[in-house]
């Protein structure tokens, strides 16, 4: 079935610096989702890529769907503590089914 | 609005023991999922229900059972548990139609001695 690999799996970054996350599909995507999840909360739903080569910005973040619909990308521009958590990508499995990344695990050294 | 609520938060069984894991929402959601989630492996769906009275498997459904009688309610059952099932269990729901958001739950935290 569908595979969504995502990358890295742990990431440690000084406040203020950048971080990035990649998702890539084993097959081509109808569209990705993102999620945040917060140490010891739940996932929340930050956005939803539907186009090739769409790009959508949140105040400090940006996300990217690639051209050929088979990656995305998550990349937060100068980290504050606020952004610690795991961030999934998801992509959907027909219409009903969402396949989760593992997930890339975000702590910040204020 | 509550929005997706899961009883209880936390629960120990020892194995074989049998529970059931209770999911409500309050959105008037037509589709709702259970997830597992363990430590570098995400979320992995067990079970699904797109409707009331409807069910279907997930990628992880063995040793699960789920029921969906009421449209805001899904259940998901351990018939006999196993420490494999020790996990932290998350319900969602979504609203009908192609690729919506989910909302999911506080989670339930299982621990199987």
């Known amino acids: 079935g569908q595979q969504v690999m995502q990358i890295p799996q742990y990431q440690h970054v000084q406040e203020g610096e950048d971080f990035t996350t990649y998702c890539n599909s084993s097959?081509?995507?109808?569209?990705i989702q993102w999620y945040k999840q917060r140490p010891g909360g739940h996932p929340v739903f930050l956005i939803q890529?539907?186009?090739?080569?769409e790009v959508k910005k949140q105040k400090r973040l940006t996300f990217q769907f690639g051209e050929a619909k088979k990656n995305s990308s998550l990349h937060i521009t100068a980290t504050q503590t606020t952004d610690v958590g795991t961030y999934f990508c998801a992509g959907w499995q027909g219409a009903q089914k969402l396949v989760f990344g593992q997930g890339t695990r975000l702590t910040i050294n204020p | 609005n509550a929005g997706v609520t899961q009883t209880p938060k936390f629960r120990v069984l020892k194995t074989g023991q049998s529970m059931t894991l209770l999911c409500a929402q309050d959105m008037n959601h037509e589709y709702m999922y259970w997830y597992r989630q363990d430590p570098g492996m995400g979320l992995r769906l067990i079970h699904y229900s797109v409707g009331e009275g409807t069910t279907a498997k997930g990628e992880v459904p063995d040793g699960y059972n789920v029921s969906r009688l009421k449209k805001q309610n899904f259940l998901l059952g351990l018939e006999s548990a196993a420490p494999s099932q020790t996990s932290v269990y998350f319900c969602?729901?979504?609203?009908?139609?192609?690729?919506?958001?989910?909302?999911f739950g506080p989670g339930t935290r299982l621990t199987v001695l």
């Open positions: 969602a729901s979504s609203s009908r139609g192609f690729y919506n958001e989910q909302f």
């Open positions: 097959t081509t995507l109808s569209n």
């Open positions: 890529l539907v186009k090739s080569g």
